[in-house]
């Protein structure tokens, strides 16, 4: 950036790097789903983390996958891509992605973009796994 | 040239991802010290945030650097985003045009002049609330250090 915008430095730049774009992605298995835990931002940063990570799970048959966004500060479009490229494989599958969003401003992320029943986006885990649990409505 | 007072914000950004993610802090903390309210602050981030990865990976190859400039007042924020070269029709597709719905959905009236040369979006988010007192530290507030994750 502009160099004599102040407060901008390669130290912030570095910092960033360390700190910023990374994503904590855990997993586990809850009451017959694939419980994927997303902490952090889910960004143009990270989002190829994301879909690494979904594809390794789909690749490795599992076909009832929660995304969790309990952890997750931020979300932007290509994040949304990733999610709706991991859904696309799961359905041809036969398989479901559900996704559980408490945060009221990701919500409404999901709700601009007309993608909270495509991806089954629900406020709590255990309503998250239920929707995960429940065959494909397509 | 950048420039950054109480009420306006004028920035030069590199057209890469991690100017982006400094944009996003810079803007989040100006919005801050102009005491706007969280649910403005995340909606006005995000609609710049998109406008920012679009200018990136949809206007000119190779890319240039974009220009961004922001005002407050009491009844509105209006944000300018100028990039060189048109967004690309395939910005349409995928997560370009999903960019640009959420974009015209977190905000209030939305803009995008497109030409050969460049595209001006502007953008501006009727405030529900009216900005809470200003920080008398007011510019220092944003010149600064740069706020830590988490903040936006």
């Known amino acids: 950036m502009n ?13 960033e790097q360390l700190s910023g774009h990374m994503l904590d992605l855990t997993v586990r298995e809850l009451d017959g789903a694939c419980v994927l835990s997303v902490g952090g931002q889910a960004d143009l940063h990270t989002a190829p983390d994301l879909r690494a990570r979904l594809d390794e799970l789909i690749d490795a048959d599992e076909r009832r996958i929660v995304v969790d966004l309990t952890e997750t500060s931020f979300i932007d479009s290509m994040s949304l891509g990733v999610l709706l490229s991991a859904r696309k494989r799961l359905a041809a599958a036969e398989g479901v992605l559900a996704v559980c969003c408490p945060d009221d401003h990701l919500r409404r992320v999901f709700e601009i973009t007309s ?10 885990l255990d309503a998250a796994i239920d929707c995960a649990r429940r065959p494909n409505r397509l | 040239m950048s420039r950054v007072t109480g009420t306006t914000l004028e920035l030069e950004v590199p057209p890469d991802k991690e100017s982006l993610s400094v944009l996003r802090r810079w803007l989040c903390a100006w919005l801050r010290a102009n005491g706007i309210g969280e649910v403005d602050r995340k909606d006005v981030v995000l609609a710049v945030w998109e406008a920012g990865a679009n ?30 070269g048109s967004w690309r029709r395939d910005s349409r597709k995928s997560s370009g045009g999903l960019g640009l719905h959420m974009i015209r959905a977190l905000m209030s009236d939305v803009r995008v002049k497109a030409e050969a040369e460049s595209t001006v979006v502007t953008m501006s988010r009727r405030l529900d609330h009216p900005p809470a007192a200003r920080p008398t530290t007011g510019p220092d507030v944003v010149s600064g250090s740069l706020p830590t994750e988490g903040q936006v």
């Open chain 1, 3 to 15: 160099p004599s915008m102040p407060g901008y430095s390669p130290g912030a730049v570095a910092d």
């Open chain 1, 115 to 124: 993608l909270q029943d495509v991806l089954r986006v629900e406020r709590t």
């Open chain 2, 55 to 84: 200018a990136i990976e949809h206007g000119r190859h190779p890319p240039l650097s974009y220009h961004v400039e922001a005002t407050i007042d009491e009844a509105k924020v209006v944000l300018t985003v100028v990039n060189a």
